[in-house]
Nanobody, 124 residues
Framework: QMQLVESGGGLVQAGGSLTLSCAAS????????MGWFRQAPGKEREFVAA????????TYTDSVKGRFTISRDNAKNTVYLQMNSLKPEDTAVYYC?????????????????WGQGTQVTVSS
C-alpha cells in the first residue's frame, strides 16, 4: 500500500497563489507517475495535472495551462502543484494520486492510490 497525504490548501483571493504538496510513503515513490485531480461541489472529480516517474513528462488540463505547475522531488517522496493566478472556478478539493502503469494518464481509473484531499477555496 501507498499512503498519500496532501497539504497546503486554504483560502486565497482571486489572483493569488498556493502550493500544494503530497507526501508519499509505503512504496517506492519513484516508480509511480503522479497526478493531481480536483472535485468541486456537485461535480465529478476531474484531472488537473500529471507528471511522469522521472519528471521528464508533464501534462495539464487546458483550464490550468500556464497557471499551474506540477513537479516532484523523488528524494523527498513528494509531488507539488504550484497554482498561480487562481480563479474562483479553481475552488475544489484537490487530490493527489499514484499510477503504476507504463505511461502517464489523465484518467481516474488509471490511478491506484489516492490521498484524502485538501480544500482550496478562491474568493472573488
Amino acid at each position: 500500500q501507498m499512503q498519500l497525504v496532501e497539504s497546503g490548501g486554504g483560502l486565497v483571493q482571486a489572483g493569488g497563489s498556493l502550493t500544494l504538496s503530497c507526501a508519499a510513503s509505503g512504496r517506492a515513490f519513484s516508480i509511480y507517475h503522479m497526478g493531481w485531480f480536483r472535485q468541486a461541489p456537485g461535480k465529478e472529480r476531474e484531472f488537473v495535472a500529471a507528471i511522469s516517474r522521472s519528471a521528464g513528462t508533464t501534462t495539464y488540463t487546458d483550464s490550468v495551462k500556464g497557471r499551474f505547475t506540477i513537479s516532484r522531488d523523488n528524494a523527498k517522496n513528494t509531488v507539488y502543484l504550484q497554482m498561480n493566478s487562481l480563479k474562483p472556478e479553481d475552488t475544489a478539493v484537490y487530490y493527489c494520486a499514484a499510477d503504476s502503469r507504463l505511461t502517464i494518464s489523465i484518467l481516474r481509473v488509471s490511478y491506484d492510490y489516492w490521498g484524502q484531499g485538501t480544500q482550496v477555496t478562491v474568493s472573488s
